[in-house]
């Protein structure tokens, strides 16, 4: 049973760096083929794809974001890290690991003004 837990601060000032980390069990982040996701939900709002890692290490950005946005790996500890840059407060959002087909539980994330 693959399992993905999302930590980092649930508050973040306003122009700070938004860091998540998603720790992953029962499967392991190098496994071939699989690519390991941030996804977002403003709070209103549908869902949104940040960018995504891959078993090699290659990674995937929205557009939209991807001036913000960098994902990283620590295959040492089975985690995956999401930066996100210079936020404001349309960044306050349930952020979201997953492989697409398990999800973390999702980890609401404030950015204060």
């Known amino acids: 049973q693959v399992q993905l837990q999302e930590s980092g601060p649930g508050l973040v000032k306003s122009s700070q760096t938004l860091s998540l980390t998603c720790t992953v069990s029962g499967s392991s982040i190098t496994t071939n083929y699989f690519y390991w996701h941030w996804i977002r939900q403003p709070p209103g709002k549908g869902l949104e794809w940040m960018g995504a890692i891959g078993y090699s290490g290659s990674t995937a950005y929205s557009p939209s974001l991807k001036s913000r946005t960098s994902i990283s790996r620590d295959t040492s500890k089975n985690q995956f890290t999401l930066q996100l840059s210079s936020v404001t407060p349309e960044d306050t959002a349930v952020y979201y690991c997953?492989?697409?087909?398990?999800w973390g539980q999702g980890t609401q994330v404030t950015v204060s003004s």
């Open positions: 997953t492989s697409l087909i398990d």
